[in-house]
């Protein structure tokens, strides 16, 4: 029997290759939406709640970021860290924002809602420009970014180690005592690669711990619009 396949399925083959779209090892989304929040604040659980919901959009990425400054008021979240809160404090001036506040959303590193009004971001959603940017490739733990033309600053390039399943917390103590609270795409870190001037370059990365998975954030500097983003 001929190993060979017929022209046509061959032909047809090469056409669903082509459609697609993203693999595993390369997923561009178009949205990047991410949430600061806290577990000893009580009005961050329905914002917890959207993003799960946000987080069935394949289109987007979504972003979870336990902050800080809740943390002396009767119970530390055990996902806050303080470079989250630095980020948080970051967008705040780029976002014309008096200070950091939980519940809060950012699409795409350009718009900013109260988390829990999902009709509110996903407003911003359709109408935040998407991402473009620059190609980005993620496979094999080895981050290429294509040549682009870059603002005058550059770009700040992130990692980003998530969750991406959906986990239940046990809160005793503070606002949220007495309650489980569903957390999903928990950023467990964070890390600054260096910047991206416009050429092309290729980076190999630290493998994220068991379970989590690696996200790439391309991003103009001081709390910026994201530029281009993509998940493995």
């Known amino acids: 029997m001929s190993s060979h396949l017929p ?23 178009a949205t990047v939406v991410e949430l600061f929040t806290s577990q000893g604040c009580s009005s ?43 980020r948080q404090v970051v967008y705040e001036p780029a976002l014309d924002q008096f200070g950091p506040y939980t519940p809060q959303m950012v699409i795409n590193g350009a718009s900013t809602a109260v988390g829990n009004h999902l009709d509110q971001v996903e407003t911003l959603i359709a109408t ?40 239940e917390v046990e809160v005793p103590r503070g606002e949220n005592a007495g309650r489980t609270l569903a957390h999903t795409h928990v950023v467990h870190d964070l890390v600054h690669l260096g910047r991206w001037t416009g050429a092309a370059q290729e980076t190999t990365l630290t493998p994220p711990p068991e379970g989590l998975r690696t996200a790439i954030l391309l991003q103009q500097v001081n709390g ?3 530029l281009a983003a993509v998940t493995d």
Not at 153 to 160: E, L
Request: hydrophobic residues 40%.
């Open 128 to 167: 935040t420009p998407r991402l473009g940017g620059p190609e980005l490739t993620l496979a094999d733990n080895r981050l290429r970014l294509g040549a682009g033309t870059a603002p005058d600053a550059g770009a700040d390039i992130w990692q980003v180690s998530y969750d991406p399943t959906t986990v």
């Open 44 to 86: 961050c659980p329905p914002a917890n709640a959207n993003l799960i919901t946000l987080s069935q959009r394949p289109d987007v990425l979504t972003l979870s970021y336990a902050v800080t400054y809740w943390d002396r008021l009767g119970w530390k979240d055990i996902f806050s860290k303080p470079e989250f809160t630095d």
């Open 224 to 226: 910026g619009p994201i």
């Open 7 to 29: 022209a046509s399925i061959a032909l047809a083959l090469v056409a669903l290759a082509a459609f697609a779209g993203p693999t595993a090892a390369q997923s561009r989304p």
